[in-house]
DNA sequence: TTTAGCACTCATGTTGCCAGAGTGCTAACA
DNA sequence: TGTTAGCACTCTGGCAACATGAGTGCTAAA
């Protein structure tokens, strides 16, 4: 079962050979390269072990062999000749960070756009789940007589807001003596603890101050539902259209499909765990990912992990260039998130 | 050149045949409806007229025809039965509405959502640009010693924020002093004003309580640079897809790479006239644009014009069901929004 | 163990053929 | 003069036959 040094060399040929060119290979061509000594006959010998093996697949019994999944999978646990990474592309990489943004959200976005140009894939990142963030300030700005805008301003500078109506008889100075409450109260609560805040410790004191008191604070709970998922940011979803291997308009129908819809994709993302990973084909467990790979690493502040940079591409991704692409990425986002987060 | 009764027949038939089956329809086929009294014969010879007068054309040689651009133009132009739009499909617009939204953009994008699904086309809509939007409250919020958030609240219940380094050396005492300043003087501004108001009345304001006070105007004007461009909001976009008259990977992928872009189909879109538009094909002076059409309907606050809202689909579009959609949803959105902001 | 050689397989492209859908034209009909 | 039936013609699409070329598996010799 352990393969000789013979057929890990065919088969990393054939691998290298095949994600650059998106054609079988077959033994005569591989002969011709330089790395391979041996004749054409010995290869397919090889091959035909490597094929016994599950390594490699013929697309039909007298084409060249291409890469089965176990192969792939063979091909990035033990023979990945991890590619260092551009200076060019650290250059762009840095130039993300240098400008002095402090939103996280600005940061997590600019790096899904730029990983996506740099691989031509496309990329997803999972931004923090808005809930875990605490609240730094709580601003209302009355729009008319009945309506206002709640605005949330969190540790990592994000800015949430909604619109909510007071209930019926509320004056002006009312409502200040409740964001002044709530400021007071909230300051620093992770933003998914508000609602059991508000009915624990707010209601009674809102009691002391606000007529309306019961409906304000029914008011207020709803206002601060906070979404429980993580924000999903994407850079060049329409890549894949770009790539020989999705000719099949059903196929990248369904691809686009759950690209759209969010959903399945951060759903798939989120189960990987920390680190890095690769998951190739059926290893996601998803149908439409047939001929995909998924390259997922997470992100952190200090020590906490706090989101998952992604990378979406055809099976025959180019592994050697885009994981050390995607470790340097989010190592760099590491860095520069727990210097400007980690005190606060 | 004018058509006589029964070519105007045959090409309304024509089309209405072609925009159902989406293939050519032949003189016989077109004999057995209803509609037609004539032989196949007799069509035969109209069609070989309507053919040369350039409404109807060929695939090949013994083909049945579709309709060429000219045929679609006069349609629309003259032919169209616009349906009613389903009271299904009333109440679901009208349940857009119904939530108390107060938030501009929201409405904006959920028309923008509801459109795709009841079409199955792509729907595109253009927001009311920011800038021209008047500021309610302006907001600062610091997160640590140098940087804060600026908040900008609009009279639509927009809130744009973003962040800012603040000059060296200013005390919050200076900074609550500016917020206090500028939301007096700047309150009902157009924000496109903003940047000329800061210097001009601004500036001597400040000198007078905050030390650095030329550092801080120009880093003022900087945060409040606002884009210039409307907001653009997308619905299906990948409903193309599902469409059968894009086959061609090819053409797929322009028409994609257009769309994720933004700027070429809003810049598209924004050249038509107030009122319901329809550009047929290459009436859209763009080659990605050659099977498609695009139909625009402005939406407006009181009399004024305030956005567009448009729908992207084949040539081939149901323009008899879509347009009267368009024309309710864009009525219908006018009046809520009159509603609401007419009077602030 | 390696390799040369050969028979075999299969995808691909070409050709010819046929059926079916559709056209254009002509001649007869109302 | 307008309408229609009929017929010859054209083109697509599907199918089968065939050649080609890339590639394989196997055998026998080195």
Redesign the pocket.
């Known amino acids: 079962m352990l393969l000789t040094d013979?057929q890990v060399l065919i088969l990393q040929v054939i691998v290298d050979d095949f994600i650059r060119y998106a054609?079988?290979?077959?033994?005569?061509?591989?002969s011709k390269k330089e790395e391979i000594?041996?004749?054409?006959?010995?290869?397919?010998?090889e091959?035909?072990d490597l094929?016994e093996l599950g390594f490699i697949e013929?697309?039909?019994?007298?084409?060249?062999?291409i890469p089965s999944e176990k192969g792939y999978r063979y091909y990035v646990d033990h023979l990945l000749a991890p590619q260092k990474v551009k200076t060019a592309d650290v250059q762009i990489i840095k130039s993300i960070y240098a400008e002095r943004i402090y939103e996280l959200e600005k940061i997590v976005q600019k790096s899904a756009r730029i990983l996506s140009e740099m691989t031509s894939y496309t990329s997803i990142v999972l931004g923090p789940a808005v809930k875990d963030n605490r609240l730094r300030r709580l601003q209302i700005v009355p729009l008319n007589a009945d309506t206002a805008i709640a605005i949330i301003v969190t540790d990592t500078g994000h800015v949430e807001n909604r619109t909510f109506h007071f209930p019926a008889n509320i004056s002006p100075g009312e409502v200040e003596k409740m964001v002044n409450i709530l400021n007071e109260r909230l300051a620093g609560v992770p933003l998914v603890d508000l609602n059991a805040k508000i009915y624990k410790e707010i209601a009674v004191l809102l009691r002391q101050h606000i007529q309306n008191y019961d409906l304000m604070t029914e008011v207020l709970a709803e206002t601060f539902k906070i979404p429980s998922n993580e924000k999903v940011f994407f850079g060049g979803k329409t890549n894949m259209l770009k790539q020989p291997d999705f000719t099949d308009l059903d196929k990248v129908r369904g691809l686009m499909a759950m690209i759209e819809q969010e959903e399945g994709i951060s759903e798939m993302i989120r189960r990987n765990p920390e680190g890095i990973n690769v998951k190739i084909g059926r290893e996601n467990n998803n149908s439409v990912m047939e001929n995909c790979s998924l390259i997922t690493a997470t992100y952190s502040i200090g020590a906490e992990k706090i989101g998952t940079i992604a990378l979406l591409g055809p099976t025959r991704m180019e592994y050697s260039r885009v994981i050390p692409l995607l470790k340097f990425i989010s190592a760099d986002m590491s860095a520069v998130l727990t210097t400007l987060y980690q005190n606060d």
């Open positions: 013979r054609l079988p290979v077959g033994s005569r061509s591989l000594s041996f004749s054409s006959a010995t290869i397919r010998n091959m035909a094929e013929k697309t039909h019994t007298s084409s060249g062999r």
